[in-house]
């Protein structure tokens, strides 16, 4: 099956940084989003974005379809931008979709 | 627009007990799906639901989880009897077409003891 590795595995910074999170997959997907789960443990949607940059807010992300690859960027860290980062990429089969999930970042953000 | 929803949000049960949890998705959504984390691990699928036909269940671990989806509405998901290995975090995740984008629900977090 596909391989998702995100990386680092773990990230500290001060409130205010900047930091930039990555995903690897090793095949062509249909679909690519990034998930922050928080402290509560809910999964919060970022982003939907199979190729391409959006943007929303302090947080905007990329992903390069031909090279599977997709990036994570977040800018003036915040204390709430703590948690676990997940990537997930679908991949369709006939009437069949699932997601596949990287290990995850957690990002630990320092007042 | 409501959201997904799961309850209960927290469980805790005896090992050999039955625990039924259960998921709203978002109204007009077909695509049901639940996912779980346990032991600190990956996410990983379980099923998917069309309605209230299951498309894929290859990711359900053994025959002591049960998944419905009655009249292609709410969705359950049973397991009867809880091992220890079974505590983690369910999720459930809705869709409106196949290959959107999911929107998850909270999560129901489930320790055996």
């Known amino acids: 099956g596909i391989q998702v590795e995100q990386s680092p595995p773990d990230l500290i910074l001060q409130e205010g940084a900047n930091s930039t999170l990555r995903c690897n997959f090793s095949?062509?997907?249909?679909?690519l989003q990034w998930f922050h789960q928080n402290p509560w443990g809910q999964l919060i949607n970022l982003f939907y974005?199979?190729?391409g940059t959006k943007q929303n807010g302090r947080l905007s992300a990329t992903t390069v379809a031909t090279e599977r690859y997709s990036l994570l960027y977040i800018s003036s860290s915040q204390t709430t931008d703590s948690g676990v980062y997940f990537c997930?990429?679908?991949?369709?089969?006939?009437?069949?979709?699932?997601?596949?999930f990287g290990k995850g970042t957690l990002l630990t953000v320092n007042p | 627009e409501a959201g997904v929803t799961q309850f209960p949000s927290h469980s805790v049960i005896e090992k050999g007990q039955t625990v039924t949890l259960r998921c709203d998705p978002i109204?007009?959504?077909?695509?049901l799906y639940w996912y779980r984390r346990v032991m600190g691990k990956e996410i990983k699928f379980l099923l998917h639901?069309?309605?209230?036909?299951?498309?894929?269940e290859s990711g359900m671990p053994n025959n002591r989880f049960l998944a419905e989806r009655t009249g292609g509405t709410y969705s359950t998901l049973k397991v009867q009897p809880a091992e220890l290995e079974d505590s983690g975090v369910y999720f459930c995740?809705?869709?409106?077409?196949?290959?959107?984008?999911?929107?998850f629900g909270s999560g129901t977090r489930l320790t055996v003891v």
């Open positions: 995740a809705s869709s409106q077409i196949l290959n959107g984008g999911y929107t």
């Open positions: 095949d062509s997907v249909n679909n």
């Open positions: 974005i199979p190729s």
């Open positions: 997930a990429v679908g991949i369709r089969g006939g009437s069949n979709y699932k997601l596949t």
């Open positions: 109204s007009g959504h077909d695509n």
């Open positions: 639901f069309v309605k209230e036909s299951k498309q894929d």
